[in-house]
């Protein structure tokens, strides 16, 4: 019996040390001189302009990729069509491919000399749009896939023989059983989509104030040595992280969880 | 494919073209979105002889092997904290389990700068690893931490412990009991997970960038280096080395793939 203890005691130190303390570190020092500091540092004009940035990419790139990824979901399991092997394998690409290289592609598409250059979409807000699309793309079509797949087509298939046109079947059978996994997608797409960095770093320009999100905010903050400024927007996004990750396991498949 | 979907036709798809819509336009999104951009980044790489160069070959090579040791901690530590989740009973296990998925919700740089606040220079811990390669590993353990948890702990739900009371009862020990009962159930989800976790590392930029120091030849990591060249307005050399991340990235994503219909082979 002593070595269920080990098992349990390794698994909670390497969480410990990896996870917990290096966070709840950061928290004990923004907040360590009180409230007041650490709100003033996050209430600066280029701060807020940051979080409305950030808000912005969020605000178009998570419902374009609900809307994409309910379709690429029905496509991929309802359909069979040439190429859905190599339609599966490109949507899992921006999971596994170096952010960096996503901003690179975009930046040497869209900017001087590109196939569609010439048009403003590098070093301002469209590319950044056009980033975070890119890099929070697959979550929703994750998270339904398996859940189309779990319940066929045997309900589908009886609306339709009863006259339901598409569309009814699709607002009546279908989505009543894909809304949660949708509703879990979203918020995997919307923690992807707040916290991008490098993408938008290589397309934004990083210009303060202008194209600054708040992921590079808090790299800006911190490489000129104003720590209060870094660490107080650092948790600031720390807490949606927290907001998150609640929303997270409250929306979470109950199975997962014994 | 062809052949079986005629000799299949299934009624919604001859009923309407509804379907046939959701194809095209989602084809059209991912092409407009994902491919055109890795097309131009495929055509515009130039300057191959950069890839060559000592700097990037040594990128590269940093890259390669800390996330092989990444993978492999990975596999462990997950397949044991995945085991603590399923199989253990303690109090705040809701809280733990929430908390392995903090690494996906919580933002690369801010992950770096937590990290790098308890484990850099001015740790009250007095240990200091920032600007070594002990960094990027901390860090590229940190973001990969929840992909071999999440892909075996529900391996492991499903389990029945049927097997492992006969194997017990057959005489085998813990030890043996795990080797050959419980580990050829959950190596494909394991592999699955690690395949997974490596390919993020190889690609990571956000958590490394600060903690890593970045130094060329010493702890400059491939995603770094093709920042480097961007940042000095070489696109061409960066887009050589980022086709070979390409190419890496594809080649971990079809092999979990080909993990993936290996473990469901028997459902079929």
């Known amino acids: 019996m002593i070595g269920k203890y080990v098992v349990r005691f390794a698994a909670l130190g390497y969480l410990a040390a990896l996870l917990a303390a290096p966070l709840g570190y950061v928290f004990w020092r923004t907040f360590r001189h009180g409230l007041g500091p650490a709100w003033a540092a996050v209430t600066t004009p280029d701060a807020v302009h940051a979080l409305k940035v950030t808000l912005i990419l969020t605000a178009i790139a998570v419902p374009a990729n609900t809307i994409f990824g309910i379709l690429a979901a029905l496509s991929i399991v309802r359909y069979r069509f040439p190429g859905a092997g190599l339609f599966n394998a490109v949507v899992d690409l921006p999971l596994a491919l170096s952010p960096v290289v996503v901003g690179l592609a975009l930046l040497i598409l869209y900017g001087r000399g590109g196939w569609l250059g010439g048009h403003g979409v590098v070093f301002a807000l469209p590319g950044m749009v056009l980033a975070t699309i890119f890099v929070s793309l697959p979550f929703v079509v994750r998270e339904v896939v398996p859940v189309l797949r779990e319940i066929g087509t045997e309900q589908e298939q009886a609306a339709a023989t009863l006259g339901a046109s598409t569309i009814q079947t699709f607002t009546r059978v279908t989505w009543p059983a894909i809304r949660w996994a949708t509703a879990y997608g979203v918020v995997l797409t919307t923690a992807r989509a707040l916290g991008e960095f490098g993408a938008v770093s290589v397309v934004s320009g990083r210009l303060a104030g202008k194209t600054e999100s708040l992921t590079l905010y808090v790299q800006d903050r911190y490489q000129s040595f104003d720590e209060v400024g870094a660490y107080a927007s650092a948790v600031v996004l720390a807490l949606i992280a927290v907001t998150t990750l609640i929303l997270m396991t409250t929306l979470k498949p109950k199975e997962e969880t014994r | ?268």
């Open chain 2, 1 to 268: 494919m062809a052949a079986r979907a005629a000799a299949l036709p299934s009624p919604r798809a001859r009923r309407s073209p509804a379907p046939g819509l959701a194809v095209g336009l989602s084809t059209l999104y991912l092409s407009v979105i994902v491919l055109l951009p890795l097309a131009a980044l495929s055509w515009h790489a130039h300057g191959w002889e950069a890839i060559a160069s000592a700097q990037a070959v040594s990128s590269l090579k940093l890259t390669l092997g800390v996330s092989m040791v990444v993978a492999l901690v990975n596999a462990v530590a997950g397949t044991v904290i995945a085991w603590t989740l399923v199989r253990d009973r303690f109090v705040g296990q809701g809280f733990v389990n929430a908390l392995v998925d903090l690494p996906f919700a919580l933002p690369t740089i801010v992950a770096g700068l937590t990290l790098l606040a308890l484990y850099g220079p001015k740790s009250p811990t007095g240990v200091n690893i920032a600007f070594t390669r002990w960094a990027i590993l901390v860090a590229l353990l940190f973001v990969t931490l929840p992909f071999v948890v999440r892909t075996v702990q529900p391996v492991l739900l499903e389990l029945d412990t049927e097997m492992e009371d006969a194997a017990a009862s057959l005489g085998a020990g813990r030890l043996a009991t795990f080797r050959r009962v419980i580990l050829p159930n959950i190596l494909p989800a394991i592999l699955s997970g690690v395949a997974l976790a490596f390919a993020r590392a190889v690609g990571e930029f956000g958590s490394v960038v600060l903690i890593s120091g970045n130094l060329p030849f010493k702890t400059e990591v491939v995603s770094v280096y093709v920042f480097g060249r961007i940042e000095s307005g070489d696109a061409g050399g960066a887009a050589a080395a980022s086709v070979v991340i390409l190419a890496i990235s594809f080649a971990v994503l079809l092999a979990i793939g080909g993990c993936r219909r290996w473990v469901t082979r028997h459902d079929r």
